[in-house]
């Protein structure tokens, strides 16, 4: 039954699209639960799959074993952070989608996740219905690469 209404919710949301279950999924790689949580929540209630990852090491793994359509990564967490798990990501071959989420806002961070394939950068706190706009888009915009700062 759920995969049912979960059809029908993106068939809606996407415009009769027919897209693929790796592409409806969104990885959220934040240290913070409450912010794991939250975007979980949202994007869920927005018709993506979510998975979840703590820190840089575990959202690698995440990503090689799903494949998200988009990852939302925080630039700053203890042991790997975000640039480290992208450029990590992007050694093994593995080409993602990214949004990375930064509370600092620093240009040099933000320069450098974006020479490494960040496709968008947005700052903390937040949005949050403007970044689902962005996940939206950047998960059924095709191979578009473009830099944008919310906040």
């Known amino acids: 039954m759920r995969n049912i209404v979960m059809k029908e919710i993106c068939w809606r949301i996407f415009g009769g699209m027919s897209v693929a279950k790796e592409e409806l999924t969104v990885l959220v790689v934040d240290d913070q639960p409450g912010i ?5 929540e ?4 927005n018709g993506f799959l979510v998975a979840t990852a703590a820190n840089g090491y575990e959202g690698i793994k995440k990503a090689e074993e799903i494949n998200p359509g988009a990852i939302l990564i925080d630039m700053k967490m203890p042991g790997m952070d975000g640039i480290e798990a992208l450029r990590e990501l992007k050694r093994l071959g593995q080409s ?4 990375v989420m930064t509370a600092y806002g620093e240009l040099d ?12 950068y947005v700052t903390k706190p937040f949005d949050i219905m403007a970044l689902c706009s962005l996940v939206n888009e ?14």
């Open 109 to 120: 961070l933000v320069n450098e996740a974006k020479e490494i394939g960040a496709y968008a």
């Open 36 to 40: 794991r949580r939250l975007l979980s």
């Open 138 to 151: 950047i998960v059924l915009g095709g191979h578009r690469q473009e830099q944008l700062l919310i906040g």
């Open 42 to 45: 949202v994007l869920k209630d």
């Open 96 to 99: 993602h989608k990214a949004i």
